[in-house]
Nanobody, 123 residues
Framework: QVQLLESGGGLVQAGGSLRLSCAASGRIFSSYAMAWFRQAIGKEREFVAT????????YYADSVKGRFTISRDYAKNTVYLQMNSLKPEDTAVYYC????????????????WGQGTQVTVSS
């Protein structure tokens, strides 16, 4: 079992930055691929970014590529999402998630989910 707790959300103006954190507890953090998804009101949950268990490989949605960076700190059992040049369309609840095996961009393949953290970008 893996427990995930997100933090770092908030209100920011367009063009600003936020860093989301996801603290993991439970089973061996280093054996899990991690990802961030988001869900805006009235929309389906969508993939944002993922990082493999070793931290070497990452993959991003086209909508955030070049603006967001996913990383992980094994000493702190934490995965981060650095979000720069934020846009109003980035407004959503952001979820941290984990899975065994390789990384993926389909939510159905992820086993563990956090409660989410709200990110609101004002224009």
């Amino acid at each position: 079992q893996v427990q995930l707790l997100e933090s770092g959300g908030g209100l920011v103006q367009a063009g600003g930055s936020l860093r989301l954190s996801c603290a993991a507890s439970g089973r061996i953090f280093s054996s899990y691929a991690m990802a961030w998804f988001r869900q805006a009101i009235g929309k389906e949950r969508e993939f944002v970014a993922t990082i493999n268990f070793s931290g070497v490989n990452t993959y991003y949605a086209d909508s955030v590529k070049g603006r967001f960076t996913i990383s992980r700190d094994y000493a702190k059992n934490t995965v981060y999402l650095q979000m720069n040049s934020l846009k109003p369309e980035d407004t959503a609840v952001y979820y941290c998630t984990a899975k065994t095996g390789g990384y993926a961009w389909s939510a159905d393949l992820y086993h563990y989910w956090g409660q989410g953290t709200q990110v609101t970008v004002s224009s």
